[in-house]
């Protein structure tokens, strides 16, 4: 029988850790990729066809006139300034002034006061960018790589959040939470 060296040994049992470390990334990476599977109760199709209306409530308004889609009715008041936006940051941000940024400061000062006062919601204020494990959490990594905001920090990836629940999700992130706990009613500011 060969004797084997301990430095072959040691090759040999890197190598298989190599191996298991990779095939459980490849593994990870599979599962991520995997949709949600939508309820049994959710109608089958791919189209607006296929839709099963589930109730109304009220009557939808009738108009005397064309009514104007929001974007041409915040220009043409002068609350919305796209091509501003645009000029700043590049396409899909906006640019809210006079009454349009006060109505955006009342609205989320009315919400905010709603639910935290009288709907017993936690307000946080949080980080606007996170981490990959922070965007992975809530399943916007891998599928949505490619539409978000990225930026790098010395050796790790920071990506703008597109929305509060990333953060606010997160922050029980590999907790154990007892069911006496529960719900937990997060708002962000």
């Keep these: 029988m060969e004797r084997v060296r301990p430095a072959a040994a040691y090759q040999s049992a890197r190598q298989t850790e190599q191996d298991v470390e990779d095939a459980e990334g490849k593994l990870t990476t599979a599962l991520l990729e995997i949709p949600n599977l939508p309820s ?26 064309e009514p104007k889609d929001q974007v041409d009715l915040g220009e043409a008041m002068g609350i919305l300034d ?9 396409p899909r941000f906006s640019v809210l002034r006079g009454a349009g940024a006060a109505l955006e400061r ?10 935290t006062q009288r709907h017993g919601y936690v307000e946080h204020s949080v980080p606007f960018l996170v ?6 959490g ?20 920071l ?5 509060a629940e990333v953060p606010l999700t997160n922050l029980y992130a590999d ?3 007892a069911p006496g706990q529960l719900p937990i009613a997060l708002t962000p500011l």
Excluded: C
């Design 138 to 157: 809530t399943g916007q990594l891998p599928k949505f790589e490619a539409d978000l905001f990225r930026t790098a920090v010395a050796d790790r990836d």
């Design 40 to 65: 049994d109760d959710a109608p089958d199709g791919d189209s607006e066809e296929f839709a099963v209306e589930q109730r109304k409530v009220g009557k939808p308004p009738v108009f005397a006139f």
């Design 175 to 177: 907790e154990i939470i």
């Design 106 to 115: 009342a609205l989320s000062t009315l919400f905010l006061n709603l639910h």
């Design 159 to 163: 990506f703008l959040i597109p929305t």
């Design 82 to 90: 796209f091509g501003r936006a645009t000029k700043l940051s590049g």
């Design 131 to 136: 981490t990959r494990k922070t965007m992975t």
